[in-house]
């Protein structure tokens, strides 16, 4: 995924640092193959879905005037 020119820039700083393995990693791990998607799925979250409608709590007000959650 990282074009040439950066790959082989950040192998030659993790070189100097001494980190050959890292160096190796990079290297076999980058696909030059990749191409991201171009639409991608958007996710939307509802407060009615999952624990958010399922969870509660109690909390309790200072003599400042401040909420805390109280312990259990």
């Known amino acids: 995924m990282l ?3 950066v790959l082989i820039e950040i192998c030659e700083i993790l070189k100097t640092e ?4 890292l160096v190796a990693i990079l290297v076999d791990d980058n696909d030059v193959d990749y191409v991201p998607p171009k639409n ?9 879905e999952g ?10 007000v ?4 401040f909420h805390s959650i109280k312990s259990e």
């Open 18 to 21: 001494g980190r050959d393995d």
């Open 62 to 65: 200072d003599e400042n005037g």
């Open 3 to 5: 074009s040439e020119k």
């Open 51 to 60: 624990s958010a409608t399922d969870e509660s709590y109690d909390f309790e």
């Open 40 to 48: 991608r799925k958007q996710e939307f979250y509802s407060d009615e």
